[in-house]
């Protein structure tokens, strides 16, 4: 029973990972911009918020480098493919591809540094009730902030004038700005705010959820993001069940090793990919499904007076 405990805790710490990542590209996603950059802008974070916490030793600020890291990222995304219309599938890959040796780069000198000792969470009381305790009560803020951030995301798109806004220029940016919206700068906030949340996602895995560098640790949880969304048809809730659905995956593959299954190291850790395919096979099989729930506008550029 412990170590099912212990599974349920390792998969919502997991999941978290990809849920911020996920509900960023969706922010993105709903305002009509499609961000192939995810995987680099997290790699990016992830060395910024790590080299963050060694040189000033608070986990905190590791968490705000990587999102300042992520957001800057995506500004240049946005600058390029809002205001100077390049082809965002193009454009996201080559930052990609840019994040991806950039941070290699960049945390040469970081391989072998060692963060100071985490604080260790636990919610009064509940931490302490036997196996549910560890498994739901001790951990980190930020996998209760990510439920709480889907929740908020939720009222904010379906409940408020800004989601709705937000909402329209991703469906229809012509009609948008024909009632007055800037369509460009919404576009470019909404890049921003999900390239932070990416970078979050970064700093995440290098401070809190493995907390060391090493080159290429982020390994495909971008990628693993980008499909998450179109996984869970564009919703936020979904996107925090589909997270927690990936990240059971990938720690299955630990529990599995610890339980003395004969299977190949390789074999195991290759199953969340193989259940990313898989996902992306099945929904594929339905696509005016996918059209009924995609923004209208996704991937499509936008120019005024066009």
């Known amino acids: 029973m412990e170590s099912y405990a212990l599974l349920l805790g390792a998969t919502l710490s997991a999941g978290t990972v990809l849920a911020l990542a996920a509900l960023g590209l969706l922010i993105n996603e709903k305002a009509g911009i499609v961000n192939l950059g995810a995987e680099g802008m997290m ?16 986990f905190a600020l590791g968490l705000l480098a990587g999102m300042a890291a992520g957001a800057l990222l995506a500004a240049l995304l946005g600058l390029l493919v809002i205001w100077l219309g390049t082809n965002q599938y193009a454009t996201g890959l080559a930052l990609s591809l840019f994040g991806v040796g950039f941070s290699a780069f960049a945390g040469l000198g970081y391989v072998q540094a060692k963060l100071p000792t985490s604080p260790s969470f636990a919610l009064p009381l509940l931490g302490d009730i036997p196996v549910l ?9 930020l996998v209760y902030g990510t439920v709480l951030l889907a ?17 329209s220029v991703g469906e229809s940016p012509q009609a948008a700005h024909a009632l007055g919206y800037p369509v460009r700068r919404i576009r470019l906030l909404a890049v921003v705010a999900g390239g932070a ?14 907390p060391l560098w090493v080159e290429g ?20 809730a979904r996107v925090l069940l589909g997270a927690y659905l990936f990240g ?4 299955l593959q630990f529990h599995l090793q610890a339980t003395g299954v004969e299977l190949a190291s390789q074999l195991l850790s290759m199953l ?6 898989l ?9 005016a499904w996918i059209r009924a729930n995609m923004p209208a506008s996704l991937g499509q550029p936008f120019h005024p007076g066009h």
């Open 43 to 58: 790699l990016c974070a992830a060395v910024a918020g790590f080299a963050t916490v060694v040189h000033t030793g608070s």
């Open 133 to 141: 305790g560890p498994a739901l009560f001790r951990l980190h803020p």
């Open 151 to 167: 929740a908020l995301l939720v009222g904010f798109l379906y409940h408020t004038r800004a989601g709705l806004v937000l909402r």
């Open 197 to 210: 949340l990416c970078g979050l996602a970064g700093a995440y895995v290098s401070t809190v959820y493995t």
């Open 217 to 236: 640790m982020v390994a495909g949880r971008g990628w693993i993001a980008l499909a998450l969304t179109t996984f869970a048809t564009w919703r936020p």
């Open 248 to 251: 059971g995956v990938t720690m």
């Open 272 to 277: 969340p990919y193989l259940a990313t395919i």
């Open 279 to 287: 996902v992306l096979v099945l929904i594929s099989r339905n696509p």
